[in-house]
Structure formats: structure tokens, C-alpha cells
């Protein structure tokens, strides 16, 4: 599977942006996909996280509320709609696939797309 995310850009505070993630690939709905993000002089932290077939989801802690994670299986994408954006969600932000149940440990990673909320 190779993944491409998009999207990113700058907004200010307290505006929105959707970030897209293609897929190639017959197998996308065999893949738990997720959003992660990696601040400067941050860990790579999980964002989002959604299941095989789009009914389960989840999210970390500080995005709770404001963030959207989806999937269209039909055009093997993932997307993460982000509201409210704040300066600390300032980051490069990056899809990844995962066969297994979590996404723990993903078999495949996009190549990161910038997000910068301007204060």
C-alpha cells in the first residue's frame, strides 16, 4: 500500500482544514487506517484512528470534539476533517495503514503533509 496524504496548509486560529490520505491498492479495506502528527521536538503522537469498514473510531485526548476522521473505502481514502484548530496543532501530519486491529505498530506510513495554525 503506498498512501499520499494532502491537505495541509496554513489557517489561522480557529479555522479548519481537511487533509486527505490516497491509497493504492486492492486491499485498502483490510486496513485500520490512522492519522498521526509529529511536532518540532515532539514525539510522533496518534491523532485519529478508524476502523476496517468506517463504524469505529478514535481520537486522542486533544483533539476530542474537533477532529473527524473518515473513510471512503469506494475511493480508498481517508480523510480528517479539522475544526477549531489551534496553535498547538501545529505539525506535520501523516497517514498511516495497519492489518492489524491497532495501530500500534502501522505497516505503512504516507510521506506527511505540514499543518500550521498561526496564532
Known amino acids: 500500500v503506498q498512501l499520499q496524504a494532502s491537505g495541509g496548509g496554513l489557517v489561522q486560529a480557529g479555522g479548519s482544514l481537511r487533509l486527505s490520505c490516497a491509497a493504492s491498492?486492492?486491499?485498502?479495506?483490510?486496513?485500520?487506517m490512522g492519522w498521526f502528527r509529529q511536532a518540532p521536538g515532539k514525539e510522533r503522537e496518534i491523532v485519529a484512528g478508524i476502523g476496517r469498514t468506517g463504524s469505529s473510531t478514535y481520537y486522542g485526548d486533544s483533539v476530542k470534539g474537533r477532529f473527524t476522521i473518515s473513510r471512503d473505502n469506494a475511493k480508498n481514502a481517508v480523510y480528517l476533517q479539522m475544526n477549531s484548530l489551534k496553535s498547538e496543532d501545529t505539525a506535520v501530519y501523516f497517514c498511516a495503514a495497519d492489518l492489524d486491529d491497532g495501530l500500534g505498530s502501522p505497516d505503512y506510513w504516507g510521506q506527511g503533509t505540514q499543518v500550521t495554525v498561526s496564532s
Open positions: 491498492g486492492r486491499t485498502f479495506r483490510r486496513y485500520v
